[in-house]
Structure formats: structure tokens, C-alpha cells
């Protein structure tokens, strides 16, 4: 069964701690996507992936880092150095843009 | 700075009510347009893309480049219609989708 998942679901953090969060697609897309979603704000770009071994950064990359390491994988790290990072982030992977995305089912981060 | 508008943040009408969901985009040419859409406790899904010229679930969305808009359309909404619905321009550098901040359409009976 193909598609993109996303794991874990919800995800409790204290403040100052790095925190990674999984993403894996079985589509053999090329692309895939770091969205931040916050109530009111729609969705905004972190950082996003064409390629295994690159990737660049979206609107809100600051205090987040990712890696490309294998095709299937795209994880991202929320660092202590991200100011509000209560959040709901989704995965997305495409063939390509123009296709449109296939999204991840998201994470919830709480900070406390 | 690229930018998609959706100005309504809250739509409701009653079930067979045509129902319009406005989006405006905020750079020139001809950029690639979706729409997406999150049904309660589901994940984001395609809806419909521009470049398909398809209608999905019976909704339509025509590009008007004169307006820069990309409004979703339905004749009779049902009450299934219910969710969030997120425009969403291709940016023009072609890499990523840019989102608007969404709608949401509320169908009673």
C-alpha cells in the first residue's frame, strides 16, 4: 500500500530540546515537502527536498534543520533555537510540483 | 512576494446552495493552480489542479489571468462538502506549492 507516512502522531517536548520528526514515502517521489500549519496561518514552507543529497529552505526555515540522506526519507529537526515551535507539521512528496502533493497524515508538536 | 489571497474564513450555506470559494493570486503569468482539501480528522488531498482542467466531486475552478483568480465552484453543495479548502499556487520558480490560508465551508440542511 503506497503512500506517505508520518510518525509519531503527537509528539511532547520539553523546552530547549531538540526534537527530530519522521517522514517516509514508499511513492518513489523525487520531492518532498516540510509544511508548518498553524490555526489561522494556512500552510508555510520549511524546507523542501527535489533531490536525495539536497534540499533548500522554504519561508520558516529558522531553527529547523533537515537531511536527504535516502529517497524514501526526509525527516526534520525542530532545534532549541526555533522560537514557537507548537505546531502541527505536515510531509508532502511529489513526482513533481506541477503533479501536485501527496500529504502525510501530520505531526502535532507540543513544547512545554 | 508571492502571495494567494483567500478572503473568506468561513463559508456557510445550505445544503443545494450554489457555493463559491474565492482565491486570488498575486504574481503574473500563467502559474500552475490547485486546490486542496481537509475533511474532518482526514489528511490534506488533492481536489482538483488546473493543469487537468478536471471536475472532482462536482467542483470546477477556472483560471481567470485578467483577475488572477482561481475560484472553486459548485452548483449544489452538499453536506458532505463540509471541510477546509486551501488554495494553492505552484511558486514561480516552480519547486513548491504556496497555500492561502484556507477556507472553511460549512453545509447544513
Known amino acids: 500500500d503506497g503512500g506517505i507516512t508520518q510518525s509519531p502522531k503527537y509528539l511532547f517536548r520539553k523546552e530547549g530540546q531538540n526534537v527530530t520528526l519522521s517522514c517516509e514515502q514508499n511513492l518513489n517521489h523525487d520531492a518532498m515537502y516540510w509544511y508548518r500549519q498553524d490555526p489561522g496561518q494556512g500552510l508555510r514552507l520549511i524546507y523542501y527536498?527535489?533531490?536525495?543529497?539536497?534540499?533548500q529552505k522554504g519561508d520558516i526555515a529558522e531553527g529547523y534543520s533537515v537531511s536527504r540522506e535516502k529517497k524514501e526519507s526526509f525527516p526534520l529537526t525542530v532545534t532549541s533555537a526555533q522560537k514557537n515551535p507548537t505546531a502541527f507539521y505536515l510531509c508532502a512528496s511529489s513526482i513533481d510540483s506541477l503533479y501536485g502533493y501527496t500529504f502525510g497524515s501530520g505531526t502535532r508538536l507540543t513544547v512545554v | 512576494a508571492q502571495r494567494v489571497t483567500q478572503p473568506e474564513k468561513l463559508l456557510s450555506v445550505f445544503k443545494g446552495a450554489p457555493v463559491e470559494l474565492k482565491c486570488n493570486y498575486s504574481?503574473?503569468?500563467?502559474?500552475?493552480l490547485f486546490w486542496y482539501v481537509q475533511y474532518s480528522r482526514q489528511r490534506l488531498q488533492l481536489l482538483l489542479r488546473?493543469?487537468s482542467r478536471e471536475s472532482i466531486k462536482g467542483f470546477t475552478a477556472d483560471l481567470n489571468k485578467g483577475e488572477t483568480s482561481f475560484h472553486l465552484k459548485k452548483p449544489f453543495a452538499q453536506e458532505e462538502d463540509s471541510a477546509m479548502y486551501y488554495c494553492?499556487?505552484?511558486?514561480?520558480?516552480?519547486?513548491?506549492?504556496?497555500f492561502g490560508k484556507g477556507t472553511t465551508l460549512s453545509v447544513s440542511s
Open positions: 527536498s527535489q533531490i536525495v543529497n539536497d534540499f
Open positions: 494553492s499556487p505552484r511558486d514561480q520558480a516552480g519547486t513548491a506549492l504556496i
Open positions: 504574481y503574473s503569468g500563467s502559474p500552475e
Open positions: 488546473h493543469i
